[in-house]
């Protein structure tokens, strides 16, 4: 995940943003700093939710996917929603903003940490768009 941001925070410096861009699925497009900048407010957002989630108590990644997805999840959809989860739980964790323990049944539970939390949430609450994600 951060490999992932930070490339995104690279691009921005690096290219070009009237560069046509040539996805490997849908249509071609220009607006690339645009659309990285929304990919990366969008992912800090979710960030910042999983936090405020885990804030009260500690959440295992299943019981946190309705944090970031609002519509039902299935087979396949479950998986990638799990991984993706999995992922911005783990970069909370290497960032010292959440703890992760082992409960009883050998799940991973997450607790936020971090006191410069409640300075950091925002006024509006989170709530994440119950539609499938843009694919560019």
């Known amino acids: ?18 560069a046509l861009v ?14 990285l900048r929304y990919l990366i407010e969008h ?15 500690s959440c295992s990644a299943m019981e946190l996917l309705p944090v970031l997805f609002k519509r039902p999840l299935d ?18 964790h290497q960032r010292g903003q959440l703890s992760r323990t082992v409960d009883a049944a050998d799940c991973y539970r997450y607790q936020s ?7 950091r949430l925002r006024q509006q609450r989170h709530a994440a768009e119950d539609v499938p994600p843009m694919q560019v």
């Not at 490339?7 to 690096?14: G, K, N, P, Y």
């Not at 087979?75 to 909370?92: D, M, P, Q, R, V």
């Open 113 to 119: 940490i971090d006191a410069t939390l409640p300075m």
């Open 43 to 57: 992912h800090e957002d979710h960030l910042l939710a999983l936090e405020e989630a885990c804030l009260e108590q």
């Open 22 to 35: 040539l996805p490997a699925h849908n249509t071609p497009f220009y607006g690339l700093h645009e659309r």
């Open 1 to 18: 995940m951060r490999e992932w941001l930070n490339s995104h925070e690279r691009f921005l410096d690096v290219l070009p943003a009237d």
């Open 75 to 92: 087979g396949h959809n479950l998986s990638l929603a799990l991984g993706e989860c999995i992922a911005h739980l783990n970069y909370l």
